[in-house]
Every structure is written in C-alpha cells, then in structure tokens.
C-alpha cells in the first residue's frame, strides 16, 4: 500500500471567496467615501458599512482557509495585497478629503509596502511569521480608520485621533521590530560554518 500525496486544494473555496470579496469591495467602498463631495452624513454611514463588512472577511478568510485546510498559493499572494488595497485606499480617501493629514497616510503605507518588500527579499533565508504587535497593529489600524471615515460629531473626534495616534505608534513600532527581525535572519543565513 503507499502513500498517495494529498489531493490538491481547490482554488474555488470560501477563503479564496472572501478574499476576493474584499478585492470588490475596495471600489464599492471609495464610490461610498466619495459620494457627494465626500462628507454627506448618509454616504458616510455606507462608506463605514462596506468597509467594516471588507475588514470582517480580513478578519476570517485566512482563518477558515487553515482550520479547512484550503491554504493555497493564490491566497497566500493575494490575501495580503487584499488588506493593503483596503487599508491604502482608506487612508488616502480620507487624506484627500482633507480629514486625515497626509503625513499619516505617508508613514503608515511606506511602512505596509517596506515591510512587505523586506519580507519578499528574505523569503529565501526563512520566513517571518506575523507577530502579535504586527497583528494589533493590524487591529487598531482598522479601528482607526473606521472611526476616521464615521461622521462624528467634533465632540469625539479626539477617540479617533487618539487610536490613529495609537495606529501610528503601532506601525512604526512593529516595523522596527520587522527590520531587526529580517536583520537577524539574514546574519544567521551568512554566518560562517562553524560559528554558533
């Protein structure tokens, strides 16, 4: 009797689904976020909806695609660009509209797009896992976003600029964290043999 290899996994598959979902919906949301000049109440609300409804299947594509065991190449490489095009075009919409100051939208997308290159360049030498500042900061920059498109009243704008502060501290924070990590990677890949 021998081993067959596992058959393999479908590209058709609700993980794949959502993160495909969340591709759509990146126009969807911008047409909302855009709407009417940009800062009618109603639109806002839709805006809001569409994109909390995009960062929920964020939220459990990959997930469900490990419990099921329906990993596959095209999530691996398009989850990520998923959460990037959401993330990105929120933060720009808002910059545009003047409610969220460019610097933020700067710091925050050199940092996705850097890491994310920085990954892809030592790849070869190891991978580096998601950490649990990388995921809260992940959290808390959907949080922020979210109440940065909301339309609240200027009583609570200080809740938003206070976790898009945070969002900040988060995103550089970690992404230090990142290079050091990519760093020690790289050194470990190039160390003589016979060193420990």
Same mark, same amino acid.
């Not at 190449?73 to 660009?81: C, E, M, R, S, T």
């Given at each position: ?5 596992p058959?393999p996994v ?10 495909v #979902? %969340? =591709? ?7 047409? @909302?976020?855009?709407?009417? *000049?940009g800062?009618? +109440? ?9 994109f ?11 997930h ?6 329906q990993?596959t ?9 998923a959460d990037?095009a ?11 509209l003047?409610?969220?100051?460019w610097w933020i939208t700067?710091?925050?997308?050199v940092?996705?797009?850097?890491i994310t290159? #920085? %990954? =892809?360049?030592?790849?070869?030498y190891?991978?580096? @896992?998601?950490?649990p500042? *990388?995921?809260?900061? +992940?959290?808390?920059?959907i ?10 009243p200027?009583?609570l ?7 898009m502060g945070?969002a ?5 924070v970690?992404?230090?964290d990142?290079?050091v990590?990519a ?10 043999a016979?060193q420990?």
């Open positions: 009797m021998t081993d067959r290899p058959p479908s590209l058709v598959n609700l993980p794949n689904a959502l993160t #979902l %969340r =591709l759509i919906l990146v126009p969807v949301f911008l047409l @909302a976020l855009f709407a009417e *000049g800062h009618d +109440t109603t639109w806002r609300w839709i805006a809001w909806a569409v909390a409804l995009a960062a929920i299947t964020d939220r459990y594509d990959g469900i695609a490990r419990k099921r065991g990993v190449d095209f999530g691996k490489i398009a989850d990520p660009i990037k959401l993330t990105g075009s929120a933060l720009i919409g808002l910059s545009m003047g409610d969220l100051a700067v710091v925050i997308l940092r996705e797009i850097g290159l #920085l %990954r =892809l360049a030592v790849i070869r190891g991978v580096i @896992a998601a950490s500042g *990388g995921k809260a900061k +992940t959290f808390v920059q949080i922020a976003i979210g109440l940065y498109i909301l339309p609240l200027a009583a704008e200080w809740v938003a600029e206070g976790a945070l900040v501290v988060l995103t550089v970690t992404g230090v990142y290079v990590r760093a020690l990677l790289y050194s470990r890949a190039h160390r003589p016979g420990a």
